[in-house]
Nanobody, 124 residues
């Protein structure tokens, strides 16, 4: 599957952005999806994951209550709604997919398919 992320930009602290990740080429419902982010000089870190039908989700503590991951299987798209953004959320955000099923993986090495990344910058 090929993934294409979009929706990043520059926003003031407290603002919102919605990232989208469109999937092409394979049956989207076969894939659990995740969002990761990488700030300059830091490791790529897990942000959120969602199972094939959207019923199960998982978030890192720092974004709980502010970010929401969702998917629209009819549109082959996964979303990350980001509210109450903070300067420390500044990073390149990547969507990723795996077809292992059964578990919401948080380890980047469990994901085989990656989008190209979209920059999110939050100013203070």
């Amino acid at each position: 599957v090929q993934l294409q992320a979009s929706g990043g930009g520059l926003v003031q602290a407290g603002g919102s952005l919605r990232l989208s990740c469109a999937a092409f080429g394979r049956t989207f419902t076969n894939y659990f999806m995740g969002w990761f982010r990488q700030a300059p000089g830091k490791e790529r870190e897990f942000v959120a994951a969602i199972n094939w039908n959207g019923v199960s989700t998982y978030y890192i503590d720092s974004v709980k209550g502010r970010f929401t991951i969702s998917r629209d299987n009819a549109k082959n798209t996964v979303y990350l709604q980001m509210n109450s953004l903070k300067p420390e959320d500044t990073a390149v955000y990547y969507c990723a997919g795996n077809n292992k099923g059964g578990y919401l993986y948080r380890n980047r090495y469990e994901y085989d398919y990656w989008g190209q990344g979209t920059q999110v910058t939050v100013s203070s």
